[in-house]
């Protein structure tokens, strides 16, 4: 057969095959068929030796030719299947769908809280402290004038290791470790898990408290309940209300628990003419213990008899829940998500 013939067939007999071409991977199929080192076109032109010398040239621009055209016809099914896939992809793909937020990940509420008061006392010229967890009875109960037979020791509320060694049921230890460590004038606060034999609705076998400790010479009951009100008004809102009541602690005298007016229904006791569940009606709601130091603590710790100062101790959970009106102690361990990550 006449070589020219021979190559301008490989055109019609290419778009046969590149109209029944489905993939890119038939494409390239065909094209290593045709176009090839020893594909169609190669072999017919493994004849030009043959002919005369004279004939080549037009068989030569004629091969030139459909190879160019085939080219044309590949990149033209090329773009046609690409453009099918892409279709085909969007068609899956629903441009309206919300997207998928990244994952954030956020403080625990416990945490928020804690760093925002230790923050709140440190501007007041406090330093952070810490103590140990597992605790000696000596620190935890006894150098706090809470001798053996005092009730709190019991092993109903407390989680001994030995019988001289336990978790520690407060963080108030941290006042005596940093007297012993340190002489007057300190002012710290301690943040920390304590823990107790206790497990009900509105107790966990382990929380957080914050201590607080002011010692120094000359520093009263006024000190006292102006740190505390501006701490309280900086966590509650400038317009709280505090009030001291008349309390008792062992490492303390005189004493008082500390009330705030209740964040939730304003101090009003009621909530759309529903009974306050926060304080129960009576508007007020308790946050901490506080006091001033009982001389019986400074002759644990070896302080002069000179000094005077205050110290108070406060539940991180009570105050969170007061702080985002969450209403059930449980929240903060479950390590629920959905929760958690509302305070992010
Ligand atoms: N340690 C007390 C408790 O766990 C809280 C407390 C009350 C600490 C009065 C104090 C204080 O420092 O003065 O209930």
């Known amino acids: 057969m006449d070589l020219i013939t021979a190559l301008e067939g490989l055109v019609p007999e290419l778009q046969r ?11 390239e199929g065909l094209r290593v068929d045709f176009l090839g080192r020893k594909g169609r076109l190669a072999q017919i032109m493994s004849l030009l030796p043959k002919l005369p010398p004279q004939e080549r040239p037009a068989v030569g621009q004629t091969a030139n030719s459909v190879k160019e055209r085939c080219n044309a016809l590949f990149e033209e ?45 440190r501007g007041l010229g406090f330093d952070v402290a810490s103590g140990p967890e597992v605790e000696i009875d000596h620190y935890n109960f006894e150098s706090l004038n809470m001798p053996p037979e005092h009730p709190a020791r019991d092993m109903q509320d407390t989680l001994y290791i030995t019988d001289t060694v336990l978790m ?11 007297m012993l460590s340190r002489r007057p004038p300190v002012a710290v606060v301690a943040p920390g898990k304590v823990y107790r034999r206790d497990s009900d609705l509105t107790h966990t076998p382990m929380f957080h408290q914050i201590e607080g400790l002011m010692v120094g010479h000359d520093i009263s009951m006024a000190h006292l309940r102006g740190i505390l009100t501006a701490f309280v008004r900086a966590v509650f809102g400038a317009d709280t209300r505090v009030r001291f009541r008349p309390s008792f602690f ?42 001033m130091v009982d001389p019986a603590v400074y002759a644990a710790v070896g302080y002069p008899e000179d000094v005077s100062g205050f110290a108070f101790g406060l539940g991180v959970e009570r105050v969170a829940m007061l702080k985002y009106g969450i209403g059930d102690l449980r929240m903060f361990f479950e390590n629920d998500v959905r929760f958690l990550g509302q305070f992010a």
């Open 250 to 291: 062992p490492f303390t005298e005189p004493s008082a628990e500390v009330d705030i007016s209740c964040c939730m229904c304003g101090g009003k006791g009621h909530v759309n003419g529903e009974p306050c569940r926060v304080c129960k009606t009576t508007g007020w709601v308790e946050i901490l213990g506080c006091g």
């Open 168 to 178: 520690r049921t407060h963080t108030s230890p941290v006042q005596v470790r940093t």
């Open 77 to 121: 099914r090329k773009n046609a299947l690409e453009a099918g896939r892409e279709a085909a992809a969007l068609a899956r793909f629903d441009p309206s769908l919300p997207g998928r937020a990244p994952w954030r990940g956020s403080l625990h509420p416990t945490t928020l809280v804690m760093e925002e008061i230790c923050g709140i006392f």
């Open 17 to 27: 095959g590149l109209d029944q071409a489905s993939s890119l991977e038939d494409l």
